[in-house]
């Protein structure tokens, strides 16, 4: 039952202010800690940044490990409203190294690779069980597990540039970062499987054309739409933002019967919240609400 961790109230309690930081209008770099990761917020909007641009910002070491404490610590920050992934330089993210791959297979070293698969796994549902919508800015290459990183984010907008390849079975190895749970809910069956089996690269076009991406934007133009995208969503009510995006992946594993239930245990909750008497107090009085996620 992947997805069906959290119920109204858990989804709620991740918004209380009794686990949250306060709200901050100012910049921050919280980069500091990571060695190839770069983590700023701006007013609520938290960007993370994969920072291994001559490697195509493939994933070596700690980087697995060190993603997954930043996607965690946005997770539960109140001031954190919404998550942007991208990528340094050309790329949004070529996958695991094989290079450090190589090194793992002479030295028949197993645990080590199934530590960083774990942390792969951290990583995917760090990203599906945060409350706050995630969005992918796919600036370039992304491949094997960056691709599915890709797909686990509930946005992706792409550069024009960008391109996407199931690499896993070109070096003999299987889709992981849960590749087989996402693709084959956003295509068809057979054209997973082509793209699975035969690891063929398709463009920023064919992806938009199979509903892999949201949107193509030119290169020159990736942040600034992301930006846009991500204000707009920075904007609505936090309470309801979290308790939709978790009705969208339920409802892929639950009958109409609970998904109604849930909806209306969700409702209930935004109407008792302060967020949904604004909504309907700005609706009224013709102007723009100022929701602040209680």
């Known amino acids: 039952m992947f997805l069906l961790l959290l119920r109204v109230d858990s989804v709620i309690e991740n918004l209380s202010p009794k686990t949250q930081v306060q709200s901050t209008k100012h910049k921050k770099n919280l980069s500091a800690m990571y060695e190839n990761i770069l983590v700023n917020e701006s007013d609520g909007i938290l960007t993370i940044t994969l920072n291994r641009p001559d490697r195509l910002n493939a994933f070596v070491g700690h980087m697995r490990r060190d993603l997954a404490e930043a996607l965690e610590q946005a997770g539960s920050e109140r001031s954190i409203r919404v998550v942007i992934l991208t990528g340094a330089g050309r790329a949004f993210s070529a996958g695991g190294d094989v290079a450090f791959m190589a090194e793992l297979m002479e030295r028949q070293d197993s645990e080590e690779f199934a530590r960083i698969l774990g942390a792969g796994r951290r990583v995917i549902l760090a990203i599906r069980q945060m409350t706050k919508p995630v969005i992918a800015a796919v600036n ?49 069956p057979n054209k997973a499987c082509e793209l699975f089996l035969l690891g063929e690269t398709i463009d920023a076009a064919e992806a938009l054309r199979l509903n892999i991406v949201n949107r193509v934007v030119a290169s ?11 204000e707009r969503l920075r904007t609505a009510p936090p309470i309801a933002v979290a308790a939709a995006k978790h009705a969208v992946y339920m409802s892929q594993a639950e009958d109409l019967e609970e998904m109604l239930r849930y909806e209306n245990e969700s409702q209930i909750r935004c109407f008792e919240s302060e967020d949904g008497h604004e909504g309907i107090r700005a609706f009224l009085e013709k102007r723009d609400p100022k929701f602040t996620g209680h």
């Open 220 to 230: 020159e133009e990736l942040e600034a739409a992301t930006m846009q995208f991500a």
């Open 140 to 188: 370039g290459v992304a491949a094997g597990a960056g691709c599915n990183l890709a797909l686990a984010c509930d946005f992706r907008i792409a550069s024009s540039d960008a391109t996407f390849t199931q690499s896993f079975l070109k070096v003999g190895l299987h889709p992981d970062w849960g590749g087989t749970y996402f693709l084959p809910r956003l295509v068809t």
